[in-house]
């Protein structure tokens, strides 16, 4: 009777052994190939150049001095004309918010939806203090080590000239697209595109444009991100995070600190803190779903077979899973909306028990969350009515998600591809703003991803010091931005052969 038993919880095991292992093999690579192509020839000195040349405009968003940034515009807008003398011959240039471009390319036929790509000028302001530690000055815009450096160089001015000289390629090989193209370049994305992309939408909407995609920063070429994978990733955003902050405050009598409350938890401070250590063990909602879903399931194929394993059988270990990517912070942010504590407000005397204690919590939303669904989710964890919550300032919702398959993710999968065949190419989520999320109104499908490639070592530098780009890496970009609009321009975006 025992043999029996053992005899058929081996069987069992055996079973699903096979079946874990038969799930594993049948998920082939989803990466698709191309026939290769001969390599566009650029000058990557010349482009590193022209992008030195708009690094020394100090086009710092949100600057005091609106005199000074204007001139700084104005001189980034100056180079732009002398560089790309065809550009600006052959496409029409409209100014909305005094500087933000937008370029319109006319197609051959009126008919096709246009395609937009996006960059923006503006850049953000040197940390005080931290000037002195560039290896280069943030606004000289020194070529040196084979690295354009300068505040700008990743973030995004790398995509303004690169995009450029794109166009500028394409014209001077006679090159006119089918669809209308538009090149949009905001000034103020750094503090929320009031004045430019949004503005943009708005001319767009009055006009009744519909655009087949939309192209912006947000996501790129990335190694090292997913533990062992050792091919580069192309992460194509098809969403972006919003945002959204709370104040949470405790009240209570003031007093001298000589007789304090007796009970825990019922002064300002401990109350408030109980609060917080409560919200803290009790993170939103998440898992493997929504873009994290799109990526796991394109990039589980290429991992090495244990995790290729778990990820190709959810049905039975997605607690499993779930669980050792909630540990890594980048994953973790990828499957829910995050709870970052980030401000901590109470007392001004040692000696006085304070009236009110306030906390600030920032939440980045994932696609499907909702504001008013966080505070909810907040006064839960909190379980204390006297404790206040409420958002304070303005608050970003998520976007939406465009789809991870069709022609436009189809045609800017097929660019990357051909020009990085090296690299995996996944749907992504972009954890920051950007100028794109105004698009939706005009756009169904908004993508993320620019043709750079980011070491985790060089995510400081975003917003940080030593901001610098590869020489190497421009080519790279302007045989991206070239062969999508070849491949986009076209009559429908091109679609390519299936795995
Ligand atoms: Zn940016």
Request: glycine content about 10%; aromatic content about 6%.
């Given at each position: 009777?025992?043999?029996?038993?053992?005899?058929?919880?081996?069987?069992?095991?055996?079973?699903?052994?096979?079946?874990?292992?038969?799930?594993?093999?049948?998920?082939?690579?989803?990466?698709?190939?191309?026939?290769?192509?001969?390599?566009?020839?650029?000058?990557?000195?010349?482009?590193?150049?022209?992008?030195?040349?708009?690094?020394?405009?100090?086009?710092?968003?949100?600057?005091?001095?609106?005199?000074?940034?204007?001139?700084?515009?104005?001189?980034?807008?100056?180079?732009?004309?002398?560089?790309?003398?065809?550009?600006?011959?052959?496409?029409?240039?409209?100014?909305?918010?005094?500087?933000?471009?937008?370029?319109?390319?006319?197609?051959?036929?009126?008919?096709?939806?246009?395609?937009?790509?996006?960059?923006?000028?503006?850049?953000?302001?040197?940390?005080?203090?931290?000037?002195?530690?560039?290896?280069?000055?943030?606004?000289?815009?020194?070529?040196?080590?084979?690295?354009?450096?300068?505040?700008?160089?990743?973030?995004?001015?790398?995509?303004?000239?690169?995009?450029?000289?794109?166009?500028?390629?394409?014209?001077?090989?006679?090159?006119?697209?089918?669809?209308?193209?538009?090149?949009?370049?905001?000034?103020?994305?750094?503090?929320?595109?009031?004045?430019?992309?949004?503005?943009?939408?708005?001319?767009?909407?009055?006009?009744?444009?519909?655009?087949?995609?939309?192209?912006?920063?947000?996501?790129?070429?990335?190694?090292?991100?997913?533990?062992?994978?050792?091919?580069?990733?192309?992460?194509?955003?098809?969403?972006?995070?919003?945002?959204?902050?709370?104040?949470?405050?405790?009240?209570?009598?003031?007093?001298?600190?000589?007789?304090?409350?007796?009970?825990?938890?019922?002064?300002?401070?401990?109350?408030?803190?109980?609060?917080?250590?409560?919200?803290?063990?009790?993170?939103?909602?998440?898992?493997?779903?929504?873009?994290?879903?799109?990526?796991?399931?394109?990039?589980?194929?290429?991992?090495?077979?244990?995790?290729?394993?778990?990820?190709?059988?959810?049905?039975?270990?997605?607690?499993?899973?779930?669980?050792?990517?909630?540990?890594?912070?980048?994953?973790?942010?990828?499957?829910?909306?995050?709870?970052?504590?980030?401000?901590?407000?109470?007392?001004?005397?040692?000696?006085?028990?304070?009236?009110?204690?306030?906390?600030?919590?920032?939440?980045?939303?994932?696609?499907?969350?909702?504001?008013?669904?966080?505070?909810?989710?907040?006064?839960?964890?909190?379980a204390d009515e006297a404790v206040e919550v409420a958002p304070i300032g303005a608050a970003f919702p998520a976007s939406r998600l465009s789809a991870a398959d069709g022609p436009a993710y189809r045609t800017i999968e097929r660019a990357i591809r051909e020009i990085y065949p090296?690299?995996?190419?996944?749907?992504?989520?972009?954890?920051?703003?950007?100028?794109?999320?105004?698009?939706?109104?005009?756009?169904?499908?908004?993508?993320?991803?620019?043709?750079?490639?980011?070491?985790?070592?060089?995510?400081?530098?975003?917003?940080?010091?030593?901001?610098?780009?590869?020489?190497?890496?421009?080519?790279?970009?302007?045989?991206?931005?070239?062969?999508?609009?070849?491949?986009?321009?076209?009559?429908?975006?091109?679609?390519?052969?299936?795995?």
């Open positions: 009777m025992l043999k029996r038993l053992v005899i058929g919880l081996l069987a069992l095991v055996l079973l699903l052994a096979a079946v874990l292992v038969g799930n594993t093999l049948r998920q082939g690579s989803r990466q698709r190939s191309f026939p290769p192509r001969p390599p566009l020839a650029v000058d990557a000195e010349a482009v590193a150049q022209s992008l030195a040349v708009a690094l020394r405009a100090r086009t710092v968003s949100g600057l005091l001095d609106p005199a000074g940034t204007a001139q700084a515009f104005d001189q980034l807008q100056a180079h732009l004309r002398a560089r790309y003398p065809r550009v600006h011959a052959a496409l029409a240039l409209e100014r909305v918010g005094n500087h933000t471009l937008v370029y319109r390319w006319p197609g051959r036929d009126p008919k096709l939806q246009p395609v937009a790509l996006l960059a923006h000028q503006d850049v953000v302001p040197i940390a005080p203090g931290t000037e002195a530690l560039w290896k280069q000055p943030p606004f000289d815009g020194r070529v040196e080590g084979g690295f354009v450096w300068g505040r700008g160089a990743l973030d995004d001015k790398a995509n303004v000239i690169t995009q450029l000289e794109a166009v500028e390629a394409l014209l001077t090989a006679g090159f006119q697209p089918q669809r209308d193209v538009y090149l949009v370049f905001g000034h103020d994305e750094e503090v929320g595109g009031a004045q430019g992309a949004a503005q943009v939408v708005k001319l767009f909407q009055q006009r009744g444009l519909k655009l087949a995609f939309v192209l912006d920063e947000g996501m790129a070429v990335t190694e090292g991100i997913l533990p062992g994978v050792a091919r580069p990733i192309a992460l194509i955003g098809l969403g972006e995070k919003g945002s959204v902050t709370l104040k949470i405050s405790a009240s209570a009598a003031p007093g001298h600190s000589s007789m304090p409350p007796t009970q825990p938890a019922t002064s300002a401070i401990g109350r408030l803190s109980a609060a917080l250590a409560r919200l803290d063990r009790a993170p939103m909602p998440g898992g493997i779903q929504g873009a994290a879903g799109e990526l796991f399931a394109v990039v589980a194929p290429e991992l090495p077979f244990g995790q290729r394993l778990a990820m190709s059988n959810l049905w039975l270990l997605r607690p499993l899973v779930e669980r050792m990517l909630e540990k890594g912070a980048a994953t973790n942010a990828l499957m829910r909306t995050t709870t970052a504590m980030t401000v901590l407000n109470a007392g001004n005397k040692d000696n006085v028990l304070p009236g009110r204690a306030d906390a600030l919590v920032n939440f980045r939303i994932l696609p499907g969350d909702t504001a008013d669904g966080i505070v909810a989710h907040v006064k839960r964890a909190v090296e690299d995996i190419v996944a749907p992504g989520l972009t954890l920051q703003g950007t100028d794109s999320r105004h698009f939706e109104a005009v756009a169904d499908q908004v993508y993320r991803f620019m043709p750079i490639r980011f070491k985790p070592e060089d995510l400081p530098r975003l917003h940080g010091t030593d901001e610098r780009i590869a020489v190497t890496q421009l080519p790279e970009a302007v045989r991206f931005y070239h062969r999508l609009l070849q491949l986009a321009a076209g009559p429908t975006p091109a679609e390519g052969p299936t795995p």
